[in-house]
């Protein structure tokens, strides 16, 4: 028996470009994108959370190993493999990462196939900003970003870009002033999200939905997972995509 027992395999492509997935549940939609170094046991574990709530989950497959566990080892070979890939920005700052486009036709497929609303979408860390990339699809109905942590927070400007080009900045600001609310976690004092919930306070104001933990940590709902957060995640994907 593995972690992934369960999750049914399979891939998506779009624009020459093919990811592996894996889906389980039933109901809403909702997309889990994982953090490096990959799709860890903490990561199906918060995934399997987001099953048992009543929704169908898809974790694509970006990087790493699947069910390998969060170590030093695993954490430098993903981001070798990461800081390589011309699919995703590490650095640059008013650019959207090109997994975007890949991203947000996932989105379009899964919404196309389960109707309602929406689909939600999670990033954290490093894929944490992907779903509000992701929100410029108005097939994104939910989309949650969990302490995120690209560009990497180097110097003022990098700390508090939200890692979209000009243009994708504009569309979200469209969408959260037509009604699509933004939830954000993170805790108070990680310093990787660096100053990235002060931009979103300030381009989207009170559409965007501010967690922000107490204690020490960094992976809200994962390795340093708290309750209220993990709540607050599943209230703000029954609310959005059961409407």
């Known amino acids: 028996m593995t972690l992934l027992d369960g999750w049914t395999p399979g891939e998506h492509s779009f624009d020459g470009v ?14 889990v994108i994982h ?3 990959g799709i860890t046991p903490e990561v199906i574990g918060f995934a399997d959370e987001v099953v048992a709530a009543g ?4 974790m694509p497959h970006l990087f790493g190993t ?15 493999t990461v800081c390589v890939s011309a699919e995703f920005t590490k650095l640059a700052t008013g650019v959207t990462s090109p997994v975007a486009g890949w991203l947000r036709s996932l989105a379009r497929e899964l919404h196309a196939e389960l109707g309602g609303p929406g689909v939600g979408a999670l990033g954290m860390c ?4 992907f779903a509000l990339a992701m929100m410029v699809d108005p097939a994104v109905a939910a989309p949650v970003v ?5 560009p990497f927070a180097i110097g003022r400007k990098r700390a508090a870009d939200l890692n979209l080009s000009p243009t994708d900045l ?8 037509a009604g699509c609310e933004v939830l954000g976690l993170r805790y ?13 306070t300030r381009e989207i104001g009170d559409r965007f939905i501010r967690v922000e933990l107490e204690g020490k940590g960094h992976a809200t709902l994962t390795a340093h997972r708290q309750q209220v957060g993990v709540d607050r995640v599943l209230a703000f994907l029954d609310e959005k995509l059961n409407a």
Request: glycine share 10%; hydrophobic share 35%; charged share 20%.
């Open 35 to 37: 953090e490096i170094p």
């Open 170 to 177: 504009a569309a979200v600001k469209q969408r959260a002033a």
């Open 188 to 200: 108070r004092d990680d310093f990787a999200p660096g100053t990235r919930f002060d931009t979103l």
């Open 66 to 80: 699947p069910e390998a566990p969060m170590s030093t080892g695993n954490v430098l070979r993903s981001i070798r």
């Open 146 to 150: 969990a302490q995120p942590s690209v």
């Open 18 to 31: 093919t990811h592996p997935t894996y889906r389980r549940g039933s109901g809403p939609g909702v997309i």
């Open 126 to 129: 490093f894929t944490g900003g």
């Open 55 to 58: 929704f169908t989950v898809v």
